[in-house]
């Protein structure tokens, strides 16, 4: 497996030339993988959650469109991202095991109490 990563010192007004060559079959884009998600995933966690922008990350042989999803409530407003789900960009599974479910149900609703406490 190679990664890839940059400190932000390393970025910071410096030049950065970086060639990546990757041949691969994605049977799903992005957007795809986004409604993938708000419609499989999101109703399972609970009220108030929705499924973000998609970003593509490559980590060794996995390809997979990360999706952030964001707790947001119409009194509270967007309140923040809880965590990303994974969807296999060549064949769309989505990877999501019991104990990533259980982690992101707990982010938001810290993120909930968080907003309730300061609205008070």
């Given at each position: 497996m190679h990664s890839i990563v940059l400190t932000s010192e390393?970025?910071?007004e410096s030049p950065l030339l970086l060639h990546l060559h990757l041949e691969a079959m994605l049977r799903i884009?992005?957007?795809q993988?986004?409604?993938?998600?708000?419609?499989?995933v999101v109703p399972m966690l609970g009220t108030g959650l929705i499924a973000r922008t998609a970003e593509l990350a490559v980590?060794?042989?996995e390809i997979g469109w990360r999706v952030p999803v964001s707790l947001s409530l119409p009194s509270l407003g967007d309140l923040g991202q809880i965590g990303c789900v994974v969807v296999d960009a060549r064949t769309g599974d989505i990877q999501?095991?019991?104990t990533d479910r259980e982690r992101?149900?707990?982010h938001a609703r810290h993120l909930y109490?968080?907003?309730?406490l300061s609205a008070e």
């Open positions: 390393q970025t910071s884009s992005g957007e993988a986004r409604l993938a998600v708000n419609r499989q980590t060794g042989e999501l095991k019991d992101l149900v707990r109490r968080g907003a309730t």
